[in-house]
């Protein structure tokens, strides 16, 4: 099977030749579509042989992805963004996968680890579209936060694609399109709707926030798996304005939707835990560290909630309750998922010093 990779890019000249020098040997043809680049990012992409077309851009991210879909000519295509990269060490994979690929696979998911610790291990996680059939007619939806909703035959693979973004370039676009899109007449798909309610979030408006994510979450078409992250960001949008009740009720909305997963039961730890309810703060968090972590379910996942976390918050939560041996070990526990962990580390300093623990 031979396959494309499509990219849209604006003024990547910083991260485009790590991006392509990490997948070039793995596809057939490169298709980069430059929405108005400033810099010489045309010129690396050509001196990487890639095939170069220009978009004049329209406040659409799919509008830009669907014409660099529309210049591919192999049976599969794949899609990354400039500062995206295939690991070195998952290239073998990669290649392994290309090759035995067969026409009865439509799609092609694989993770996306977008946030890493100091260490390099991802600490936000999900699955996403990544490699999908020409014949199939796929096509990107949505001005911003784009996406394909999946159908057809989809193989899960484990190979990740990391994303290592340098600076943000412009930290309000996505909410500027997405308001330029409602002002224009567009109705919000209710995806789209979700993804406007976290930029409301991200900017701090909260109240309007607040507003988006209840309606997002009366609608019948929302996906599952972000009506349970629309209920940890609203619970947070309650902290934020001092709405404790409504916090902990967003908490356990959630559990409507689907079994909870770590994220929300370290989300309970943590209210409990804010209004000294040590007790019922430890059950939460023991919650987490029994919690089995489903890589395929499409959730985004905070790596750290299946282990790390929860060990470094019983061990706080039994030495508020003055059981320091059982806070020692959970602290101990917690060294085992991240030996490095500044607050492990720093835990066990105390343990040494202020209880005389080895």
């Given at each position: 099977m031979t396959l494309s990779l499509c990219m849209i890019v604006k003024d990547e000249a910083a991260v485009l030749s790590r991006c392509l020098s990490s997948i070039c040997s793995g596809v057939d043809e490169m298709i980069i579509v430059d929405t108005g680049s400033t810099d010489n990012t045309k010129e690396i992409a050509l001196s990487f042989g890639a095939k170069v077309y220009d978009f004049p851009w329209c406040d659409n991210f799919s509008a830009a992805r669907n014409f660099a879909l529309s210049k591919t000519t192999m049976d599969y295509w794949m899609w990354m963004d400039a500062d995206d990269i295939l690991p070195d060490a998952q290239l073998p994979d990669f290649l392994k996968l290309k090759e035995q690929l067969t026409d009865d696979t439509d799609i092609v998911m694989m993770k996306y680890e977008t946030s890493f610790d100091e260490q390099g291990k991802p600490l936000f996680s999900f699955y996403r579209e990544r490699i999908l059939k020409k014949s199939r007619h796929y096509i990107w939806e949505g001005p911003v936060h784009e996406a394909i909703t999946p159908f057809g035959n989809l193989l899960y693979s484990s190979i990740a694609i990391h994303h290592k973004k340098i600076h943000v370039k412009d930290s309000d676009r996505n909410l500027r399109i997405y308001e330029k899109w409602i002002k224009s007449g567009h109705p919000l798909e209710a995806r789209h709707q979700f993804y406007y309610a976290r930029e409301l979030y991200d900017h701090r408006n909260y109240?309007?926030?607040?507003?988006?994510?209840?309606?997002?979450?009366?609608?019948?078409?929302?996906?599952?798996?972000?009506?349970?992250?629309?209920?940890?960001?609203?619970?947070?949008?309650?902290?934020?304005?001092?709405?404790?009740?409504?916090?902990?009720?967003?908490?356990?909305?959630?559990?409507?939707?689907?079994?909870?997963?770590?994220?929300?039961?370290?989300?309970?730890g943590a209210w409990f835990f804010r209004h000294e309810k040590f007790l019922q703060s430890i059950f939460w968090y023991s919650q987490a560290l029994n919690s089995p972590k489903d890589e395929t379910s499409g959730?985004?996942?905070?790596?750290?909630?299946?282990?790390?976390?929860?060990?470094?918050?019983?061990?706080?939560?039994?030495?508020?309750?003055?059981?320091?041996?059982?806070?020692?070990?959970?602290?101990?526990?917690?060294?085992?998922?991240?030996?490095?962990?500044?607050?492990?580390?720093?835990?066990?300093?105390?343990?040494?010093?202020?209880?005389?623990f080895s």
């Amino acid at each position: 099977m031979t396959l494309s990779l499509c990219m849209i890019v604006k003024d990547e000249a910083a991260v485009l030749s790590r991006c392509l020098s990490s997948i070039c040997s793995g596809v057939d043809e490169m298709i980069i579509v430059d929405t108005g680049s400033t810099d010489n990012t045309k010129e690396i992409a050509l001196s990487f042989g890639a095939k170069v077309y220009d978009f004049p851009w329209c406040d659409n991210f799919s509008a830009a992805r669907n014409f660099a879909l529309s210049k591919t000519t192999m049976d599969y295509w794949m899609w990354m963004d400039a500062d995206d990269i295939l690991p070195d060490a998952q290239l073998p994979d990669f290649l392994k996968l290309k090759e035995q690929l067969t026409d009865d696979t439509d799609i092609v998911m694989m993770k996306y680890e977008t946030s890493f610790d100091e260490q390099g291990k991802p600490l936000f996680s999900f699955y996403r579209e990544r490699i999908l059939k020409k014949s199939r007619h796929y096509i990107w939806e949505g001005p911003v936060h784009e996406a394909i909703t999946p159908f057809g035959n989809l193989l899960y693979s484990s190979i990740a694609i990391h994303h290592k973004k340098i600076h943000v370039k412009d930290s309000d676009r996505n909410l500027r399109i997405y308001e330029k899109w409602i002002k224009s007449g567009h109705p919000l798909e209710a995806r789209h709707q979700f993804y406007y309610a976290r930029e409301l979030y991200d900017h701090r408006n909260y109240q309007k926030a607040i507003q988006q994510f209840e309606q997002f979450l009366t609608r019948p078409d929302g996906w599952y798996v972000n009506k349970l992250d629309a209920c940890r960001l609203l619970s947070c949008c309650y902290h934020e304005i001092s709405d404790e009740p409504k916090a902990l009720q967003s908490l356990f909305a959630s559990f409507a939707y689907d079994i909870p997963g770590a994220e929300i039961f370290c989300d309970l730890g943590a209210w409990f835990f804010r209004h000294e309810k040590f007790l019922q703060s430890i059950f939460w968090y023991s919650q987490a560290l029994n919690s089995p972590k489903d890589e395929t379910s499409g959730k985004f996942l905070l790596d750290e909630c299946y282990g790390y976390l929860p060990c470094i918050w019983l061990c706080v939560c039994y030495d508020k309750l003055g059981e320091y041996k059982k806070a020692a070990l959970y602290n101990e526990k917690a060294g085992m998922y991240k030996p490095y962990g500044k607050e492990y580390l720093e835990n066990k300093i105390y343990f040494q010093t202020v209880h005389h623990f080895s």
